[in-house]
């Protein structure tokens, strides 16, 4: 079974935070992506930035189609995903394994020094960066996220 990510992005105004409608940064699949952002599916293993948190008690819903997923549930500010360093070294250690005759799965994790060596920035791609930008342009201040399975 796959899982998908839904996310909304949040700024604050008057005092109180309010979706903005529209903005759903990170939202295709990429486990190595949801491994990142909550340890979600980390086939990687790759130190996540946190763990999931839960959905704050101030932000106002479940995006603009008041649904967030039904577990892991999180958030992390703007601010704290431009400060990372991205140009720090991981270990990538999903892998691909033939489980039989022409079928092979990715959802497989390498034992420590197995993987390929790479920097969060490599990892992560071109797209995470655009919505990073993106985030940054409409004034957001947090995402709030979860998944499905």
């Avoid at 899982?3 to 295709?28: K, M, N, S, V, Y």
């Avoid at 092979?104 to 960066?129: I, K, N, Q, V």
Wanted: a negative charge; aromatic letters at 12%; glycine letters at 12%.
């Amino acid at each position: 079974m796959s899982c998908d990510i839904h996310t909304q992005a949040e700024r604050r105004t008057e005092g109180r935070w309010e979706i903005i409608p529209g903005l759903h940064p990170f939202d295709w699949r990429s486990y190595g992506l949801f491994g990142f952002l909550a340890n979600v599916r980390n086939y990687a293993a790759v130190p996540p930035i946190s763990e999931p948190r839960g959905i704050p008690d101030d932000s106002p819903g479940g995006g603009d189609d008041g649904y967030l997923g039904d577990h892991s549930f999180s958030w992390l500010s703007v601010e704290e995903l431009c400060a990372f360093d991205y140009d720090q070294i991981v270990e990538d250690r999903r892998v691909t394994r033939q489980i039989a005759p022409n079928l092979h799965s990715g959802h497989c994790t390498a034992g420590p020094g197995g993987g390929r060596m790479t920097t969060y920035r490599e990892f992560l791609g071109e797209r995470f960066f655009e919505d990073l930008a993106k985030l940054r342009a409409a004034g957001a201040g947090r995402i709030v996220f979860g998944f499905d399975s």
